[in-house]
């Protein structure tokens, strides 16, 4: 059964950093997968932050930029996403899933406050 454990998050100001970190199990991810980070604020659609694929080519929604580096872990398909210079508009829910993303492969998430 697959299986995405995020954690990492916290309660943070402005300009802090946070890093997360995700790792997946189950037999699908037994193999080499792109992975991507999402986020979903209260009240809004959920989107993407971060893709990195297998070979390790990324790929980063504009607004974080310069600011996010995805990279992955040692363990099979683990991700992590280092976050800096976080902004209050960052303040979400935030999920690791397969690129594109599966249904059901959703994880609880790791809540991420940024206030100023």
């Known amino acids: 059964q697959v299986r995405l454990v995020e954690s990492g998050g916290g309660l943070v100001q402005p300009g802090e950093s946070l890093k997360l970190a995700c790792v997946p199990s189950?037999?699908?991810?037994?193999?080499?997968?792109?992975m991507a980070w999402f986020r979903q604020a209260p009240g809004k659609a959920r989107e993407w932050v971060a893709i990195?694929?297998?070979?390790?080519?990324?790929n980063y929604k504009d607004d974080v930029k310069a600011r996010f580096t995805v990279s992955r872990g040692s363990a099979k398909n683990s991700i992590y996403l280092q976050m800096d210079g976080l902004k209050p508009e960052d303040s979400a829910l935030y999920f690791c899933?397969?690129?594109?993303?599966?249904?059901?492969?959703w994880g609880p998430g790791t809540q991420v406050l940024v206030y100023s």
């Open positions: 899933n397969n690129w594109p993303p599966r249904d059901g492969f």
């Open positions: 189950g037999d699908y991810f037994d193999s080499p997968r792109t």
């Open positions: 990195i694929s297998y070979s390790g080519t990324t």
